[in-house]
Every structure is written in structure tokens, then in C-alpha cells.
């Protein structure tokens, strides 16, 4: 039997990392000796780019990070640490993986520490990602407007500011501003 028939069986003609039943395709896991899974057109492009990551997508690793199957495994490891969310490293922190296996999922580099990496945190150390929502600590006035966004105001959907961790964008009634961490507070 091929190789992509059998990945085809035991997938049973899903992607083994979302589920998808569409443009399926056999994905060489990478650093992994001679290890295969069976992944859609959308997962296997946002593995080789990380620059077109979509956080939710992967959301779907919560079931296929219990697969019986190493490569599958060793995928959802590393696009979980790649995602970058708390539910990530959540899920991450549940995820078993034998020490041989592991090893195999760290070749690539994931999980390990960036040092240029900016971690956004609010005022309690709180790490912020994209999309959460914070709340206003104090009073705060809205440069080139007369403006003040109150005490206590909730800020929904941030943006994180890539080049400097001290800043987020969010929408302060219609208005989008630019926050200081240090005065808020992730809900």
C-alpha cells in the first residue's frame, strides 16, 4: 500500500490537525526523520508561514493533540507554540509527549525562547495578546482631542503594537487610541 493511501486510512480522509475534508495533501513534518501526516491546503500554509498564522484556526488542536500518532503530535506541539495565545499555552501545558517525541518536536526551534520577542503584559504582569479586551485603570485624556476616557472604561478587541511593548490600539468609544500598558487591566 502507498504511503498516501495509508494516510489517507488512517485519517479517514480528514486533515489529521483540523479536520477539513478539502484540498488534502501529504506534509513531510519537518526535522523529523521520515515522518508524514495527512494536512489541508489551509494548515499546511500556515505551518510553512508564520506570518499567516490565524490564532483561531488552531483552536482545533484540542482534539488532535491526543492523536495516537507521533507526527500529528509533533505538529500540534509546534504550531500551538507557535500560536502565541494563553489557550495555547493552556492546551500545551495538558499535552503529553514521550521525551524522544518532544525532542523531535524542539528540532524545529519551536518553543524556545526569542529574546527579541515583545511580550505586551498590563498592569498585574498580565500577558496581552491581540483581541483581548482590557479595562482602563484611571482616567486618561485622548491626545489631539478634549477628550478623557474614564476609570473603568472597557476596551474590547486590542491591537498590539509590534515594536514596542509598552503600547496597545483599541477603540475608546469611537475613536481608536493608543493605550499605555501599565494603565489596564486584561478582563
Known sequence: MSSEKELKQRSNNQCELCGATDNLSVYDVPNAKVMVIYA?????????????IEANHWRCLNDSMW??????????????????????????????MEDDTLELAKAAGDGEVDENQIIHRDVNGVVLDTGDSVVLIKDLKVKGSSMVAKQGTAVRNIRLDRNNSEYIE??????????????VKKI
Open 40 to 52: 489541508c491546503h489551509t494548515c499546511i500554509e500556515q505551518m510553512e508561514d508564520s506570518e499567516k
Open 67 to 96: 492523536s495516537e500518532h507521533e507526527a500529528v503530535k509533533i505538529m500540534a506541539w509546534r504550531m500551538l507554540n507557535r500560536v502565541n495565545q494563553s489557550w495555547a499555552e493552556d492546551m500545551l501545558g495538558m499535552m503529553y
Open 170 to 183: 483599541g477603540k475608546v468609544g469611537p475613536t481608536l487610541t493608543v493605550i499605555v500598558t501599565k494603565y
